[in-house]
């Protein structure tokens, strides 16, 4: 029974990260919009077609549809199944083997912060580069909505064949670097606020809730630079398709020669606040997003 239960985070995790991706994909379609428009060196995106969330809603509600807000939804899907599976599931059983050799918790029984945010960042490096693909296809099916891709699989056959195996993991390190951030802040903050708010509300939903709108707001403050970086990277490819599904060569087949690259040429043609394209989504977004998963999380515990 013992062995059974170590797999239970690693499924609760997942199914929550599931339940919380369809809840607010929305959103996160919005911030993929904003973050890759604006870009002086790539005509495709150089106009700035929305002037915020709002805007980005009510343009790509009323000009592709409402299906338009969940085009990518799958990969997405398949993504949380991958990523938040294995991501939460070792974090908890990092701190699981860090509690057993004296490694987590304090003499006055407090956890280490930096034990935490250790087990954090690898759980998040481990997963978000093996998940990478996942991304690459929900980023590209964002972007270009519903008109340039035949789901999921049409996608997918797309950049393999002008792409190769290499643009499926196109933005992997700035992934990491950003499932890094994310988890490093987020994790620690959850758990901290969790604990600090133990008295006043016990282990119940008003906790889980308020200690998932602070780590909500830490991690997009912190990770949002290089989820912009992340995600121009990913949308970057050396071919073009128009509508009618003729391929040709891209207008300019490489925009960025890696992360460091993009965030100068970003800063340089688009000034410093350009790396924050996209934070109002981005923390909108992580605020139901971490809501929904750690409620849904806290509740499968029980069973």
């Given at each position: 029974m013992a062995e059974v239960k170590d797999w239970r985070?690693?499924?609760?995790?997942?199914?929550?990260?599931?339940?919380?991706?369809?809840?607010?994909?929305?959103?996160?379609?919005?911030k993929t919009r904003l973050q890759i428009q604006g870009q002086k060196i790539d005509q495709t995106f150089s106009q700035l077609r929305y002037r915020g969330m709002t805007d980005a809603f009510v343009k790509i509600s009323r000009e592709e549809g409402l299906g338009a807000l969940y085009s990518g939804i799958w990969p997405a899907v398949l993504r949380q199944a991958t990523y938040g599976t294995i991501k939460f599931g070792t974090y908890y059983t990092l701190k699981k083997l860090a509690n057993e050799r004296g490694l987590l918790i304090n003499e006055d029984g407090s956890e280490r912060v930096w034990s935490n945010i250790l087990c954090a960042a690898a759980a998040g490096a481990i997963s978000s580069a093996i998940a990478n693909p996942t991304d690459v296809l929900k980023v590209r099916m964002q972007?270009?909505?519903?008109?340039?891709?035949?789901?999921?699989?049409?996608?997918?056959?797309?950049?393999?064949?002008?792409?190769?195996?290499r643009g499926l993991w196109r933005g992997v390190g700035p992934t990491a670097q950003r499932a890094v951030v994310i988890a490093s802040v987020e994790?620690?903050?959850y758990d901290f606020c969790k604990l600090q708010l133990m008295n006043a509300f016990g282990d119940h939903v008003a906790n889980h809730f308020i200690s998932s709108f602070i780590a909500s707001l830490g991690s997009a403050i912190a990770s949002t630079p290089i989820d912009v970086i992340r995600t121009r990277l990913m949308n970057q490819r050396p071919v073009s398709m128009t509508m009618n599904g003729v391929v040709t060569a891209a207008a300019t087949p490489k925009l960025y020669s890696g992360s460091l690259?993009?965030?100068?040429?970003?800063?340089?043609?688009?000034?410093?606040?350009?790396?924050?394209?996209?934070?109002?989504?981005?923390?909108?977004?992580?605020?139901?997003?971490?809501?929904?998963?750690?409620?849904?999380?806290?509740?499968?515990?029980?069973?």
């Open positions: 985070p690693f499924v609760y995790g997942g199914v929550a990260s599931i339940t919380a991706e369809f809840g607010t994909f929305p959103i996160d379609t919005t972007v270009h909505g519903k008109g340039q891709h035949k789901g999921l699989l049409g996608c997918f056959g797309e950049i393999y064949r002008y792409e190769g195996v994790l620690p903050v690259d993009c965030a100068v040429q970003t800063i340089r043609n688009e000034g410093l606040l350009a790396l924050y394209k996209g934070f109002i989504p981005t923390w909108v977004r992580m605020g139901p997003w971490n809501i929904i998963f750690f409620i849904t999380y806290e509740q499968l515990k029980k069973y």
